[in-house]
Nanobody, 137 residues
Framework: QVQLVESGGGSVQAGGSLRLSCAAS??????????MGWFRQAPGKEREGVAD???????SYADSVKGRFTISKDNAKNTLYLQMNSLKPEDTAMYYC?????????????????????????????RGQGTLVTVSS
């Protein structure tokens, strides 16, 4: 069973940086066909896709974070990362990682990332519990 555990959230001032981590267990990055991604949910708003990375290393981002956030993975550590720079108050949210074998599972072609998996977030193969990011002005 795939399990995902996020860490690295915290409180920062606008313009600051954070790096989120998502440790995976139950499968190995190198020999699996899972794609992975990050979502976030701000208070009072719907969950939205932020970025994803496919098994071939290709990535996609929401326009709102493009140029500021970088998604990456370390196969040796079985860990997914989200480097967040130039943070803005509107980045304040709970951040979640997810994995799914139906690749890619985010469509960011329109600037806003949404999951292509029928059933949405709850239908993804694996979902983390989230880590909170708070950005103050």
């Amino acid at each position: 069973q795939v399990q995902l555990v996020e860490s690295g959230g915290g409180s920062v001032q606008a313009g600051g940086s954070l790096r989120l981590s998502c440790a995976a267990s139950g499968y190995t990055f190198t020999y699996s066909s899972y794609c992975m991604g990050w979502f976030r949910q701000a208070p009072g708003k719907e969950r939205e896709g932020v970025a994803d990375i496919n098994s071939d290393g290709s990535t996609s981002y929401a326009d709102s974070v493009k140029g500021r956030f970088t998604i990456s993975k370390d196969n040796a550590k079985n860990t997914l990362y989200l480097q967040m720079n130039s943070l803005k108050p509107e980045d304040t949210a709970m951040y979640y990682c997810a994995a799914d074998r139906r690749c890619p599972f985010l469509d960011c072609s329109g600037g806003y990332c949404y999951t292509t998996v029928t059933g949405g977030w709850n239908a993804l193969d694996a979902r983390g519990q989230g880590t909170l990011v708070t950005v103050s002005s």
